[in-house]
C-alpha cells in the first residue's frame, strides 16, 4: 500500500497539482500512515457515536446517562492509553537507529508496564462513579451512569494491552492492522448495543449502561485480533515471542517508557478532562442542555480525528528522522504535514458550517436539542484550526521525544486558563450573561489557541536541540 500511495503523489506531482513545497514521497508516506489511523480513529469514534443514537432511542435519560458516564471514563481510560502511546515512536526510532532488534525487549517491558497501568486505571475508574451524586440531583440518572462505568471497568485490561501492542504496529508504518480491527469493533457495536441497550434477544435492556459493557466486549475481541496477527506476521513474530515471554523486567527500560509516555497521558487527562469537566459544569442546567452538548462533542471528535491521524503519522515520521539524524528530510516532512493538516481542516470546517443543522438531526429527532447543537456545532467550527494546530504539533514533539512540555503547556492552558473561563461563561454573569453550553465552547478555543501558539514556539527550540550542528 505504501509504494501504491507514493507513485499516486507522484502522479500528482507531475500533472502540477502539489506544490513545490511538498515533499511528494514523504506526503505518500504521511498518507499511508495517516489513512488507516484516520479510519480506524474515526471507527472507534462511531462506537461512541452509535452509542449516543441508540441511548437517544432509548430516552433522554439514558443519552445523559452515557454523556455522564463518558465524562467520567474517557479522560481516565484515554490518559492511561496515552501513556503508551510513546511506544509508537520509540519502535520507529529504534527502526531509524538500525537496533530493531531490541524492540521485542521494548515490548516486553512495555507490557509489564501495561500491566500494572491496567490495574490503576480500574481503580481510578471504580472512584469516578461516586462523583456522579455530586453533579446531578437526578437519582435515577447519577446510578446509570454509574452503571455505565462499571462495566466499562471490564474491558480495561484489554484496552490497556490494546495500546501497547497496536504501537508495535505504528512504530513500522503499519497502521492498516488498527483500521481493519477498528471496522469490526464498529460493526459489531451495532448489534451488541442493540442487544445490550434495547433489551433483545432475550437478554435485559440495560438502557445506556448497555454502551459500557458492548465497548468492553469489543475491546477484548480486538486484543485477541491484534495479538493473533502479531504472531501471524513473519516480521513480527520474533517480538510478539519475546513480549509474551516471561522474563525479568528489565525496570531501568520500564523507567524509560514511563517517563517518556506519562507527560502524554498527564497531558491527554489535563486535555480531554477539560472537555469532560464542561460536560459536568453544564450537567446542572439540565438534560437538554446535556444532550445537545453530547452531540456537539461527538461531532468535534469526529472532525478532530483529521488532525489527530496525521500528528500521530508525522510523531512516527518524526521519531524514524531523528534516529536516522536526517534534518532536511524531517523539515520537509514537517513542511509536508503542516499543509495537508490545514487544507483539510479548511474543507472540514467549511462543510460543518454549511451542514451543522442535518449534522445535529441525525442524533435526535428533538427540535430543542437540534436548535441547540447546531448553534453549538457552529463554534465548533471556529475552534478546528488552532485544534488541528496543536495536535500537529504536540505529534512533533512526541516524535522527537520532547514530552515533559506537551504536560505543562496542556495544564496552563486548559486548566489554569480554560476551566475558570468555562465556568465563569456557563454558569456566571461576571463578564457577560451566562452563556450556558455555548461559554464551554467559547473558553475551548480560547485554550486551545493558546496551546497551538506554545506548542508551535516549542517546537521550534526542539528541532534545534534534536540537529545539533557538527
Known amino acids: 500500500m505504501e509504494g501504491t500511495m507514493v507513485e499516486r503523489t507522484r502522479s500528482c506531482a507531475k500533472s502540477g497539482l502539489l506544490s513545490k513545497w511538498v515533499d511528494v514521497e514523504e506526503l505518500g508516506r504521511l498518507l499511508t500512515l495517516m489513512l488507516p489511523l484516520y479510519i480506524a480513529n474515526l471507527m472507534h469514534i462511531g462506537m461512541g457515536v452509535i452509542d449516543t443514537i441508540v441511548a437517544g432511542v432509548a430516552g433522554p435519560v439514558e443519552l445523559a446517562a452515557v454523556a455522564l458516564g463518558t465524562s467520567v471514563t474517557a479522560p481516565i481510560m484515554v490518559a492511561v492509553g496515552a501513556v503508551l502511546t510513546i511506544v509508537g515512536p520509540m519502535v520507529s526510532r529504534m527502526r531509524g537507529g538500525g537496533i ?3 524492540i521485542g525487549l521494548l515490548l516486553n517491558n512495555a507490557k509489564v508496564l501495561a500491566l500494572i497501568l491496567m490495574v490503576v486505571e480500574a481503580l481510578a475508574l471504580w472512584g469516578g462513579r461516586y462523583i456522579f451524586p455530586w453533579v446531578t440531583n437526578d437519582p435515577v440518572l447519577a446510578e446509570k451512569a454509574a452503571q455505565y462505568v462499571w462495566y466499562m471497568i471490564l474491558g480495561v485490561p484489554a484496552s490497556v494491552l490494546l495500546r501497547a501492542i497496536q504501537g508495535n504496529f ?4 503499519q497502521t492498516r ?11 459489531l457495536n451495532v448489534p451488541l448495543n442493540y442487544v445490550f441497550v434495547l433489551g433483545k434477544c432475550g437478554v435485559p435492556a440495560l438502557g445506556g449502561a448497555g454502551c459500557g459493557l458492548a465497548t468492553a466486549i469489543i475491546h477484548w475481541i480486538m486484543l485477541l485480533g491484534l495479538v493473533l496477527l502479531m504472531f501471524a506476521s513473519r516480521q513480527h513474530r520474533q517480538h510478539a515471542r519475546q513480549m509474551v515471554a516471561n522474563r525479568r523486567p528489565d525496570w531501568k527500560l520500564c523507567g524509560r517508557v514511563f517517563h517518556l509516555g506519562l507527560p502524554l497521558g498527564i497531558a491527554s487527562m489535563c486535555e480531554l478532562g477539560f472537555f469532560c469537566v464542561a460536560m459536568l459544569i453544564i450537567a446542572p442546567l439540565g438534560e437538554l442542555m446535556v444532550s445537545a452538548q453530547q452531540v456537539a462533542i461527538n461531532v468535534s471528535g469526529v472532525i478532530f480525528m483529521l488532525p489527530l491521524s496525521l500528528g500521530i503519522a508525522a510523531s512516527i515520521r ?3 528522522h531523528v534516529g536516522a539524524h536526517r534534518k532536511e528530510a524531517f523539515d520537509s516532512m514537517v513542511r509536508t504535514a503542516m499543509l495537508v493538516t490545514y487544507v483539510l481542516v479548511i474543507c472540514v470546517m467549511v462543510f460543518s458550517m454549511v451542514f451543522r443543522r442535518d449534522i ?3 442524533y435526535t429527532d428533538s427540535n430543542e436539542v437540534i436548535e441547540l447543537a447546531q448553534l453549538l456545532i457552529l463554534f465548533c467550527a471556529f475552534y478546528q484550526l488552532p485544534d488541528a494546530t496543536q495536535a500537529l504539533f504536540s505529534g512533533l514533539l512526541r516524535g522527537c521525544h520532547d514530552t515533559r512540555i506537551i504536560t505543562w503547556i496542556n495544564l496552563v ?3 489554569l486558563v480554560g476551566f475558570p473561563l468555562a ?3 456557563v454558569r456566571t454573569d461576571w463578564l457577560m450573561p451566562a452563556m450556558g453550553p455555548a461559554g464551554a465552547w467559547v473558553s475551548f478555543i480560547v485554550a486551545l489557541s493558546l496551546a497551538a501558539a506554545l506548542f508551535v514556539w516549542r517546537f521550534a527550540h526542539t528541532r534545534t536541540k534534536s540537529f545539533p550542528s557538527p
Open 177 to 187: 492492522p488498527a483500521m481493519v480491527l477498528s471496522l469490526c469493533g464498529l460493526l
Open 170 to 173: 505504528e512504530g513500522y508504518g
Open 423 to 425: 465556568y465563569t461563561l
Open 413 to 415: 492552558c486548559y486548566w
Open 100 to 102: 530493531e532488534r531490541q
Open 318 to 320: 518524526a521519531a524514524y
Open 360 to 362: 445535529a438531526s441525525l
